[in-house]
């Protein structure tokens, strides 16, 4: 028993005095997990169940406090469990991060998602900003706590389970709630439980407003490899013509479009996306298709539109979607009218 408690003070020691290679172990396993994904996925599978365990260990921190006091006669410190929370958070965090940086549309609004998630690692691995000015603010360190498990959660479910972007998106906020109920007794101390409605209302405010703009919220578990516009397509190969970015209005009428993608996703997931047609900024149609997961340059599928407004001049976009909102990529081109 006393090597295991020396066992447990050294390994702490160690890590206090090298706090950044929490976070540098979390990015590495994050991007060996966003690499591994297609090759051997099964061990990002493992690097994905760590990350949930971590978590578990977290949210049941002060019943394993209780025990191992009880049984072996240990007691943790309350200071040594806010740093084991901190420690959780800059793995997670560093875990996800490759995840998103390499899906996230950099000239969208997802860039400030992703942006956000940045500053919040980077809090988490400088000590005078995560306990001096995060930790001491109650509510904004709640809405921290959730949003390091949303994002871990966005990432590992779709690994694991193999569910939907949008199934992936909704379970994660619900599960970012309820797991963050138990932190709230390590904040409601000294009587100020009165505060309790206040971070309830908190965290029912971040799950509504990052549903609502869940547009934003890059997809983890997909990534466009490749999309073309063309007016031709082998069927046989599966390929596409030359890339269209400037056609004639009565070209477009008589031969319409395709657009051909190749979209990345795990070994296993299957889930329908959407090609939605947008003229001058306002949506016009919306085709589905469904993808499957496990192929390393991308699952290949296409759709053919042949139906256009007569007033077809102008800026055209095609936005590949996920059945939630969120864009995984897109494509432009330009109608000139014809003289």
Known sequence: MLFFKNLVRRFIILIRRWPGVVAVFGFISGTASYLLVE???SLAQIFAVLMLVSWGWLVMGNWLRAG??????????????????????QESLFFALPFFIAVTSWYHGQAIFTAVLILCALVSVIDPLYYKQLAARRSLYIAFHALALFAVLLV????????????????ALVIALIFSLPSLSQLLV???????????LVLMVLA?????GRSWVPPAALRLAA??????????SKEPGEEVERISQSA????????????????????????????????????????????????????HK??????????WQVRVLTESGQLIGLGRFTVIADN
Do not use: C
Request: charged fraction near 20%; hydrophobic fraction near 45%.
């Open 39 to 41: 090759g051997r996925e």
């Open 190 to 200: 000294n009587g100020q439980w009165r505060r309790l409605p206040l971070l309830l």
């Open 252 to 303: 477009l009428m008589q031969q319409g479009l395709y657009v051909w993608t190749a979209v990345q996703a795990p070994r296993g997931l299957r889930e329908q996306i959407f090609h939605e047609w947008m003229h001058e900024g306002k949506a016009l149609d919306r085709i589905a298709l469904d993808i499957q997961g496990g192929r390393e340059e991308g699952y290949r599928a296409w759709t």
């Open 208 to 212: 509504g407003g990052i549903w609502l």
């Open 68 to 89: 191992l006091l009880k049984r072996f006669g240990l007691d943790i410190p309350p200071g040594m469990m806010h740093f084991v929370t901190q420690m959780v958070h």
């Open 306 to 315: 042949l139906n256009f407004p007569d007033n077809s001049a102008g800026r």
């Open 156 to 171: 590992v479910l779709p690994l694991i389970l193999l569910l939907t972007t949008t199934q992936s998106l909704g379970l």
């Open 227 to 236: 999309v073309t516009i063309s007016q031709h397509l082998d069927v046989e």
